[in-house]
């Protein structure tokens, strides 16, 4: 294979990254531009191209969607995380909540402390995919802000905050999520109609492997289990970005919780607090910055949203 | 109403288009001529500014042709674009005139 078929080979690749439409309308041409501006004998994109195909996908993908494009792929991504959300949550949590109390001595007040906490929460869970599963969109995001108040409150409970870790920022996020997927929407009746039994099968199985790692790997060496669930977690995600639209906007939507979970395990407990170091308190700005700097990322990609919202409005709409 | 100013890429693309249809690669050949070659444009850069100017209805498809079994398609100016550009322009000229004259209270142009 000469020269330009292999650069022509990874343009492609790197154009990959803009968005289907704006592929169909300008990737032949942009890969014309591009391979008239090559040199003879380049066979890599160079440095500043590179950077500027980056930086052109992001502004495409940043600039507000025109009407009937992609915004119904983003609503039918939240439809279907409103439904599998709950399923994921119950998968994950019910496996390791469970072996986690099969290791305590039943009727001990860790036991039992324990034992009252799970219920509320898995009870919680299980009432709102109850709820998502049968359609009732408005009830089921009752029950999820109330899942959300109470969590808020186990936190502000909790001796100097120190429930404010990677795990409780994980439930904090989670429930956040599910209370926005079913309010926006068309929520659980429009998920009804794309979700299919692989889409259960994968939203239990994923959870329940990585619990499954979490727990009886993590047994025998942490580190081996921390470092499963980590690139799994990351795998999965990648997976889904190359998967479909759809899946793609699914797992911009969970890279959020996605985040804490593989903050649990990729850093140590003694720095942010582990799931069983609840009372190890605010443990320096390592801590802080873990835990807030995803919210300060998503407040900038918001900012810059609203800022192009306002300036690519149509002359009329900004006057009124 | 007062419009914002254009970026300088923006204004640059404009401009190139302003002498007649132009494709991709000419546009940016043209803006780094226009600019002393200090403006260089990339093709992401270059198509992110193409395609909302398009969605804007500043600047239009013109043509599509096949060279050397590559597609080349040639933008143009609309009419909202040109006016567009023109009132840059008499901004740029007003914005000028006023410092040009407070530079001659000051003492004169070097």
Known sequence: MNAAAVLEGRYRRLLAI???EHRRKHQDEMLGVLMT??????HRPGLADTADLIWGALLIRLRPARPGTAWPLWRDALAVVSVLLPLMVLAYSGLLNVATLATLRAGSPIFNALAGYDAKFLGGWAIVAALALLRLRRTAALA?????????????DAPNWSYIDAPSMRSLTVAG????ALVAWPGPRRAMQIINWRHYTLALAIPLGLASVSNWVGLADP????SIVIT???????????????????????????YYLIATFLVPPSMIGGPYEVTSGWQGPLRVMVT???????????????????RHAPVDSREA | MSQRPLQEPTFLILTALAAGTQHGYGIMTDVASISGGRVKLRAGTLYAALDRLTSENLVEVDREEIVDTRLRRYYRLTPPGAQRLAAEVERIRAHSAVAAQRLDLLGGLA
């Not at chain 1, 501006?37 to 380049?42: P, T």
């Not at chain 1, 109330?146 to 936190?155: D, E, G, P, T």
């Not at chain 1, 906007?249 to 969970?254: G, T």
């Not at chain 1, 807030?292 to 306002?310: D, E, I, M, Q």
């Open chain 1, 292 to 310: 807030c700097a995803p919210f300060a990322v998503l407040l900038c990609v918001a900012l810059v949203v609203a800022l192009r919202s306002v």
């Open chain 1, 144 to 156: 999820a802000t109330a899942l959300l108040l109470w969590l808020v409150y186990s936190i502000a």
């Open chain 1, 37 to 42: 501006g090559a040199r003879a004998g380049q």
């Open chain 1, 177 to 180: 999520l599910e209370i926005a």
């Open chain 1, 18 to 20: 803009y968005p289907a």
């Open chain 1, 223 to 226: 580190a081996v289990s921390d």
């Open chain 1, 232 to 258: 799994a977690c990351a795998v999965t995600l990648a997976g889904m970005t190359l998967a479909s639209p759809l899946a793609q906007r699914m797992a911009a939507f969970l890279a959020l919780p996605a």
